[in-house]
């Protein structure tokens, strides 16, 4: 059996990834043993971490490059609303997500992992908030403790 293929473009990534979760949504979640069922959620946070780094970047970098002004919104927020339609609370989430990417890089470095049990999207959100009220100088330091704290089992 061959290991997984690395895409070419963010187009096959894109693809890749539907077919992925297409698969894991078509299965037949009741006849799978108690173990399968375990590894499959688990494997689905990782990727839900990894997914909320990606977002994050994109997210960050379709704002500074005002690519909802482009597509006639004046927000990114209401761009991801109107284009993806998601909800606002939905919307609000990812905006929350796409402040990890232009403020705690740390963070993101450490949801993109996915190994193990580094960093979840709730818990990056939960220590953003945390950090947000240290002076600007030991965020950086502070996120690098809590993210090898994580990466050694801390919960």
Sequence with gaps: M????TPASTADALAMLKTALGFLAAADAADL?????????HG????????????ARFLAAFDAQDGAVDDGQRTT??????????????????????????CHPIL??????GEGDVLTKSVALQLAKWTNALPPEYRVQAEQILVAAARAGAD
């Design 33 to 41: 043993p108690v173990a399968i069922l375990a590894e499959c959620l």
């Design 77 to 102: 927020r209401t761009w991801v609303i109107h284009q993806t339609r998601v909800t606002r609370g939905q919307a609000g989430e990812y905006r929350a997500v796409q402040g990890l990417a232009e």
């Design 44 to 55: 689905l946070e990782h990727a839900d971490a990894i997914e909320a780094a990606a977002r």
């Design 2 to 5: 061959a290991g997984p293929r």
């Design 108 to 113: 993101v470095a450490g949801l993109a992992e």
